[in-house]
């Protein structure tokens, strides 16, 4: 049965407003992006807020391009905007609004301000204002403009309307306070000149609107009930609310407006609705930039081949790697709404998208690296047509409008992976070697009788038997191969060129300038195999088709592809979507993030998945609720996790879907360290080192237990556990007994700690500069560089304390 969810803070003050009658019980949000680039993944939890809580409450939700900026913005960004909320799952109320369409409202609500003794020309260059503005310690100097006439201000504001001065010649301000704490109170500008052609309005304007005067006047003509932003804008919000308050709705003729519903009369701040602000946390993706500034360089430098490039976390570059649009809106549901910026394990990501592909995407036959393989009892010419699922047993029904099987045709000669032959095999390996046998997927048994090398001793070809006797992939006499190996018909399939996408950078904080961001990149972030080869079905499917190569990973049909497959037309190109699990922990901690993983590390277990092999935004929640109609036991403890413990939702649903992860998690809990600690690792953290609810690897439960009490308990931080994790997931161990041997614990010594603070704020002096001149969100950028340079082992309430003693000694 359907879960209730419990709401995130958001959606409570949401149903709050609704539930007192607030703007009359409506809820109408927007999402407002500018068109000087793609929407990556950043956006995406942000749509999702905006559409999806104004669908829970009645409401709905408007598209608005906030195009004030003519020299960065184009129409096709617009369209690359509309299109990927579309495909997101998304559509919005009405037509696409534009914040140029309010240029004429906003100039006149800025003219009424002026008379109201609100706002003022000023003359100042941007060298002056910046020096008159002060820091946070010191208040700003008024400008000698500042006490300009109305009438003169009346006067030059419309001149600069008319276009009679240069750019730079004059802006106008709000009139606010000079010494406010708040350092965007203080006297903000509003208009600046600008000669420049915008893609709507062309030459109309030569003054552009700020984005915090655009932005806020725009959602109440708009009539927004509830704006949401990310917490980057909370000190933004005390200015939001001020224009709101300052300004009189009548001057804005808002009836003249295109899809305006917001309104009022000549009273100050009389906006009906009111628009509020909320902001909410930012979920920073590891290996991940989403800088608009920054993944333009990546464009123009060629390091990527376009903004739809399957690497860049852009929605449209996400699209052409395959991953669908419902893995996103889970991942953007399972992060959550918070009130605190967090960095998320892209490994988080990965595991929505096999999620989601899991049960709608055809399992086919695919080589790589092909090997030869020569069936010598096989006659030639003959080719033998074996009938194979396309999905794995247990699957209820394939996806609408795909078959239950297809025909993998058998011959003479055959293609192998290449890793899946050793001459010499190491101890474990189960694959194929000389004298050994294997079973093919969905065929036959074979036996390698003699290996054939080139001049160089090169392996170029095997020699191997098949028993006629093992079609139905077992044997008459019971006999058991050492594995099983996937394959290729050499004659009838087809040839394809496979791109291996990997992280587009080496560290999962690629910050920094351009030359940092150059550093980052991983140079093995992209694979072209142009010798790869197919089964015959594969050229049926249309590009953008999804599917798993069987032992290999998820892939997607590249859209540029060609609509058929024949060797005059070249070879199909698929890009890889993401492998059957996650290695790259394994590779990072050997130091290796090249795709160079041998084959039983790639390979997952048997595929023995239940639940409905449909697409869906929650197929996979769906197959839970299955079980848990199944076996009454699963359901018991979702409602326990739920109730009694006080988990999410989400994170009971997910811990209560099968019967290995209840026993993991209860046996976790056992000792009495907090449940919901241990859930919310079990589910984000455990799975990005590789693991999963019900198989942590070698991490015990009651070892995950005692990770997690050792960062409540404050012995280690939060980033020091995490790379432990990976460890005891490969390894197992005790983590306190690692952390006590590898003096791995949390640094608290305070004067250990000042010096580091001193170093870091001695080594940047332009960001001490700029702290000092307002920007005090460079505060997170210096406890970062405090923590990154401890190894994250540093006490980060004694960095805080320390850092704002450190930076005001500065200034």
Not at 255 to 277: N, V
Request: aromatic residues 8%; proline residues 7%; charged residues 30%.
């Amino acid at each position: 049965m359907p879960q209730r969810e419990r709401p995130d803070f958001i959606r409570q003050i949401v149903a709050e407003d609704v539930e007192s009658g607030r703007h009359g019980g409506r809820v109408l949000t927007r999402f407002p992006p500018e068109p000087n680039g793609f929407l990556h993944v950043g956006h995406a939890s942000a749509i999702c807020l905006n559409f999806e809580v104004a669908r829970e409450y009645g409401g709905r939700t408007t598209l608005r391009m906030d195009d004030t900026n003519p020299t960065t913005e184009d129409p096709s960004y617009v369209e690359a905007i509309a299109r990927d909320i579309r495909w997101l799952g998304f559509g919005w109320d009405g037509g696409i609004r534009y914040a140029s369409d309010y240029f004429g409202a906003l100039y006149r609500m800025a003219l009424r301000m002026i008379e109201d003794g609100f706002a003022y020309v000023d003359s100042l260059s941007e060298e002056e204002i910046r020096a008159h503005r002060g820091s946070v310690r010191e208040p700003s100097r008024p400008s000698p403009y500042r006490d300009r006439s109305t009438e003169e201000n009346l006067d030059l504001f419309r001149r600069m309307r008319a276009g009679e001065f240069d750019d730079g010649a004059h802006v106008l301000r709000a009139r606010i306070d000079l010494a406010s704490s708040n350092m965007k109170l203080r006297d903000p500008l509003m208009y600046r000149i600008r000669h420049a052609h915008h893609y709507r309005t062309g030459d109309e304007w030569p003054i552009y609107p700020f984005y915090d005067w655009a932005h806020g006047q725009s959602d109440a003509i708009e009539g927004i009930t509830h704006s949401f932003c990310t917490l980057e804008f909370q000190d933004n919000r005390a200015l939001y609310d001020w224009f709101i308050e300052h300004t009189r709705p009548a001057s804005a003729r808002i009836d003249r407006i295109p899809g305006a519903e917001g309104g009022g009369g000549e009273a100050l701040g009389s906006w009906d609705p009111r628009p509020r602000q909320y902001e909410f946390a930012r979920r920073n993706l590891d290996y991940t930039i989403v800088s608009k500034r920054k993944l333009l360089l990546l464009v123009e430098e060629g390091h990527v081949s376009g903004w739809d490039d399957p690497r860049m976390p852009t929605l449209a570059g996400f699209r052409r790697r395959g991953i669908p649009p419902d893995a996103i809106r889970a991942f953007c549901r399972q992060v959550g709404i918070g009130k605190a910026d967090n960095r998320v394990e892209i490994a988080t990501l990965e595991w929505a998208v096999r999620e989601a592909l899991n049960r709608r995407a055809p399992r086919v036959l695919a080589v790589l690296r092909p090997l030869e393989v020569v069936i010598e009892n096989c006659p030639e010419g003959e080719v033998d047509w074996i009938e194979a699922p396309y999905f794995p047993r247990g699957a209820d029904a394939p996806p609408e409008g795909w078959p239950e099987t297809r025909k993998v045709p058998f011959t003479r000669v055959l293609y192998i992976e290449r890793d899946d032959f050793a001459e010499e095999p190491a101890p474990g390996f189960r694959r194929l070697a000389p004298g050994r046998e294997v079973r093919l997927r969905h065929g036959y048994f074979v036996t390698c009788r003699r290996v054939e090398k080139d001049d160089a001793g090169r392996i170029v070809r095997l020699h191997c038997t098949y028993d006629p006797a093992t079609r139905s992939g077992a044997a008459p006499d019971g006999r058991r191969p050492a594995g099983t190996i996937h394959w290729v018909s050499a004659t009838e399939s087809v040839p394809m060129e496979v791109r291996l996408y990997d992280r587009l950078f080496r560290v999962s904080d690629p910050a920094g300038g351009a030359e940092g961001l150059r550093e980052a990149l991983n140079p093995d972030s992209l694979q072209v195999l142009t010798h790869a080869r197919g089964e015959p079905s594969l050229a049926d499917d249309p590009p953008e088709t999804a599917c798993q190569f069987e032992r290999l990973g998820y892939f997607v049909r590249d859209r540029a592809t060609r609509a058929a497959a024949t060797r005059a037309a070249g070879p199909l190109v698929f890009n890889r979507t993401v492998t059957l699990r996650d290695a790259w922990s394994r590779r990072a901690k050997s130091g290796d993030t090249r795709d160079a993983a041998p084959p039983e590390a790639r390979t997952p277990a048997e595929d023995t998945s239940t639940g409905p092999a449909v697409p869906g935004v929650d197929s996979a929640r769906e197959a839970r609720d299955v079980a848990r109609r199944a076996d009454p036991a699963l359901q018991v403890a979702f409602d326990r996790f739920r109730d009694a413990l006080g988990l999410p939702d989400e994170l009971a649903d997910l811990l209560s879907g099968s019967a290995e992860s209840v026993r993991y998690y209860e046996r976790a809990i056992r000792g009495g360290t907090d449940a919901a600690a241990i859930a919310t690792w079990l589910v984000h953290e455990v799975r990005g080192a590789g693991g999963s609810e019900g198989d942590a690897g070698a991490l015990e439960p009651e070892a995950l237990a005692e990770l997690v009490e050792l960062v409540r308990e404050r012995s280690i931080s939060r980033a020091v556990a995490k790379s432990l994790l990976a460890r005891l997931v490969e390894d197992g161990g005790s983590p306190r007994e690692i952390v006590r041997c590898e003096g791995l614990g949390r640094i608290g010594d305070a004067d250990q700690i000042r010096e580091v603070v001193d170093g870091v704020v001695a080594a940047h002096p332009a960001e001490v500069a700029r702290y000092a001149a307002g920007h005090t969100g460079l505060a997170g950028f210096f406890v970062g560089q405090v923590m990154r340079a401890t190894h994250g082992r540093a006490d980060p309430a004694i960095v805080r304390e320390l850092l704002e003693e450190s930076l005001n000694d500065a200034t």
